[in-house]
Every structure is written in C-alpha cells, then in structure tokens.
C-alpha cells in the first residue's frame, strides 16, 4: 500500500500514514503519526501550549468510510500538566473524541433527517454513542449561533407537549425567519419572561409584533417587556376555538340522540365519524345536505355551525373599522344563542377583541408556529419520544430552527 497516497486521501493536517494493521473488507485499520511530533502539545483545559509532556497514550480513531469501508486512525496523543490545575490531553483541532470532527459532523447531518437508531445502524454505532456525539455537536452550534438570543421583528409564540403528564414545550418562532430562535421546557408567562430578558432593552423596542394563542401569560408577559408590539390574536387559534365550541355542542347533542330511541338518524349524522364534515371550513356539497338536514333534525348543532361559518365571514374584511362591528354582532349573537360552549367562547373573545381586531391592523398569523408545532410532533414520533428535555430542545432546533445542517450548505 502506498502510504503517501493514503495520506494525500485522508488530508488530515500535519498526519502522516506509516502503517498499516489490518487491511480487510469491511475495516482499514491505519497507523498515523504527527509531522510536528516535536512541538509542544495546546493544553485542551486551558488552550495555552505546554512545554512539558506527562505522558502519552495510543488512541483509536475513527474517520470517514473510504470505498465502503471502516476506517480507524491509530495514534499516539500525549498529555501536559496543565499549570492551572490537572493534567489534560492536547488539543488536537480535528479531532472529537474517539472520532475525527468531519466524521462527528457527519453522524450530526444523518441525524437531522432520520432517527439515532437508524444513523447507528448506517454506520455501525450504537445508539448511546450518536446521542452522545449529536448532543456535543448541536450544544457546540447552539453555543455559537443562539447566545445571545437572535432578536426578531415580528415573532410569534406557541406551545407543544413534549411528554404525557402536561409537559410542555414554549417555541419562540422569528415570523420573517420561519424558525424557532428560542425555546424552553416549561410554559407559561415566567418563559416567556425569561425569553424577553435574554434580549437587549433595545432589541425588545424592536419587536413590532408578538401573535400567539391569546394565553393570559403570553399577553401579559407580551404587554410588560414589548412595549411598542402589536399582539395579535391570530385567526388560525380563533377558529380551532370555534370548532372547540362545535365538537362540544355536537358531542352534547349526540349524547342525548343516542337515549333516543327515534332519533337514530340525529345519531347518525352526528357520530364522530361524521365529525370531520361538521368541523370542516371549506364549503362542499356533502357539508351543504349534512347543514340542510340538521336543520330540520337538531337547531342546536345547526346553530352551531351558523356561528361558527358566521364567524369566518369577518376575516373577510379588509379593515379593522369594519370588522369591529361585524365582532360585535357575532358576540351578541353567541350569547343569545342558549349554547353554553358559545357563550363562554363570546365572552372569553369580548374580553380579548382588541387582540382580535389587530389582525386587521397587521395580517399575521402564527400559523409557521403550528406548522413547526407539526414538525415537532413527528420527530418526537420518529424517536419514540425522549428522556433528556435539553437534547429535546436542540433537536428542535435542529430540524425547525438555526442549527438545521441545511442552512450551512
């Protein structure tokens, strides 16, 4: 074998190739050494260089494949007494752990498309060992690219279950951006305080706008620290709310049809394989026969659904001047309707109808929340869920946010 060649191919800096082990099929077992063996070794506690060596040691590497197969660098590494306290091995730029760092980078890139199980088994790992060199790798980026905190202009605030048990998640998204520029294992008003403190007293100035789910900590913690921002109560979690009150209502009214013994059809109509049809925004004509009979079978669920279609219209509007009043008749409405589940949303969207009527004012939405929201949920699926939150949190922002490999390319 021609070791200048193999060392031209590996292009590893000031290694050479002097030998080799073991030349099989499936593993190219290498023996490297430093062409400045002779120069002091950089203490990785202190990143100062060291001019007595402690002792050295054979370390085994293992580097990129080469045609197919695994290759594994042997070399001596040597350790300094580190004047600060403690002996630590030399530094070595290219090198992560018992892995070359373009190897590690590697593992992390196949991670960000499919699951650790699935990049231990490409590359012959265990499972343990690519958690471990995902976790430094993707700590490593969020060290450099999410401290401090990226400052949006526009941003919009949600929640997603990590774990059963009410555990959750907070995502800061950067609306212009389309990603999550910041997140937390807990919800409510103190993260996103805590959110706000990481920025610059400037840079709060600076948000324009805040969207979220209208959650009386969101708003509050909104109100307090971005003072110029205009929050919107955006219409995509206007009308899961308005289905909200609908599933309600229908699940009421199947309830009773099915003590009914003539009432089958009611029960029919309204079963939860029929849900789908009631809950759907779109006009169709299968909705129109579905509307039309319960109109002359159950007024309550029929009602129901006026509301909910009656609500759409406002978002037709182009101007807050006219959409306040067309809100102010539908709240009237809800709450001369009898629907319990109407009245409490009428009140609950009274209270918050200045956040409502300030999507006229800027048309945004946290709509990008939901979607990320759907991208968390299938890499929590695709990895069966997760036992350490923190890694949680860089894998979202791995797939969803800075730390995504593509973003480099």
């Given amino acids: 074998m021609h070791f200048q060649t193999i060392t031209k191919l590996?292009?590893?800096p000031n290694v050479?190739?002097?030998?080799?082990?073991?030349?099989?099929?499936?593993?190219?077992?290498?023996?490297?050494?430093f062409t400045d063996k002779y120069e002091p070794p950089v203490c990785s506690g202190c990143g100062a260089v060291h001019t007595s060596v402690h002792s050295k040691g054979q370390l085994r590497v293992e580097d990129l494949p080469i045609s197919g197969r695994r290759v594994f660098l042997y070399l001596e590494k040597r350790k300094c007494r580190c004047p600060e306290g403690g002996i630590?091995?030399?530094?070595?730029?290219?090198?992560?752990?018992?892995?070359?760092?373009?190897?590690?980078e590697q593992i992390n890139r196949l991670t960000a498309i499919t699951t650790n199980s699935e990049a231990g088994w490409f590359f012959g790992l265990d499972d343990e060992v690519v958690y471990r060199i995902d976790r430094a790798i993707l700590q490593e980026k969020a060290?450099?690219?999410?401290?401090?905190?990226?400052?949006?202009?526009?941003m919009s605030v949600d929640e997603v279950a990590w774990k059963k048990g009410h555990s959750y998640v907070t995502n800061v998204v950067d609306i212009d951006r389309r990603v999550v520029i910041w997140n937390h294992d807990k919800h409510g008003k103190t993260v996103l305080d805590a959110f706000f403190k990481s920025l610059t007293e400037k840079e709060r100035a600076e948000i324009?706008?805040?969207?979220?789910?209208?959650?009386?900590?969101?708003?509050s913690s909104s109100r307090h620290y971005a003072e110029n921002a205009l929050i919107v109560l955006d219409h995509f979690h206007v009308k899961s709310y308005l289905s909200a009150a609908l599933e309600d209502v229908r699940k009421q009214e199947l309830a009773k049809a099915k003590k009914d013994a003539t009432q089958d059809e009611l029960a029919g109509l309204?079963?939860?394989?029929?849900?789908?049809?009631l809950l759907r925004n779109k006009p169709s004509r299968k909705k129109t026969q579905v509307l039309k009979r319960l109109e002359e079978l159950n007024e309550p669920v029929y009602k129901a659904m006026l509301l909910k279609e009656q609500f759409a219209t406002i978002y037709d509007f182009r101007e807050k001047k006219a959409a306040q009043p067309a809100l102010r008749a539908w709240i009237s409405e809800a709450l001369r309707s009898g629907l319990a589940p109407f009245k409490e949303l009428a009140l609950k969207l009274f209270r918050k109808r200045h956040y409502v009527l300030n999507f006229f004012v800027q048309r945004i939405t946290s709509a990008i929340s939901e979607g990320i929201n759907n991208k968390i949920k299938r890499l929590k699926r695709m990895a069966y869920g997760y036992r350490d939150v923190a890694y949680f949190l860089l894998k979202v922002h791995q797939h969803c946010g800075l730390l995504n490999p593509r973003r480099f390319n």
């Fill in 88 to 104: 630590y091995v030399e530094f070595l730029p290219w090198l992560h752990g018992r892995f070359t760092k373009r190897f590690a």
């Fill in 16 to 33: 050479i190739v002097i030998g080799v082990i073991e030349n099989g099929d499936d593993n190219l077992h290498l023996i490297v050494e």
């Fill in 208 to 219: 324009e706008v805040v969207a979220c789910d209208g959650a009386k900590g969101f708003l």
């Fill in 10 to 12: 590996l292009r590893l």
């Fill in 270 to 277: 309204l079963h939860c394989k029929q849900r789908f049809i």
């Fill in 143 to 154: 060290d450099d690219l999410l401290a401090p905190t990226p400052a949006p202009r526009a």
